[in-house]
C-alpha cells in the first residue's frame, strides 16, 4: 500500500514538473529591445527628436540662415 503511495506521489510530481516546464514555454516573454521596455524607448526616442530639433535650430542661427525677430 505504501510502495503504490509512493509511486502516485512521485508520478503526480513529475507531472506538474512537465506541467509547469510546458507552461513556461507558453507563456510569452516579455520583448525588450536593448534591455529596455516600450515606455523607455519611447521616452528615449522623445529626447533625441528634442535634442535633433534643439541642435538644428542652434546651427541654423549660428550659420545666420534663420533669425530671431
Known amino acids: 500500500m505504501l510502495d503504490d503511495l509512493r509511486n502516485t506521489a512521485e508520478a ?17 516573454k516579455e520583448k ?4 529596455m521596455t516600450a515606455a523607455q524607448r ?15 535650430t542652434l546651427f541654423l542661427l549660428v550659420s545666420g540662415k534663420m533669425i530671431l525677430p
Open 32 to 35: 525588450r529591445v536593448l534591455g
Open 12 to 28: 503526480s510530481f513529475i507531472e506538474e514538473e512537465s506541467a509547469l516546464e510546458a507552461q513556461r514555454f507558453l507563456t510569452p
Open 42 to 56: 519611447f521616452i528615449l526616442a522623445f529626447l533625441l527628436l528634442i535634442l535633433v530639433v534643439v541642435l538644428g
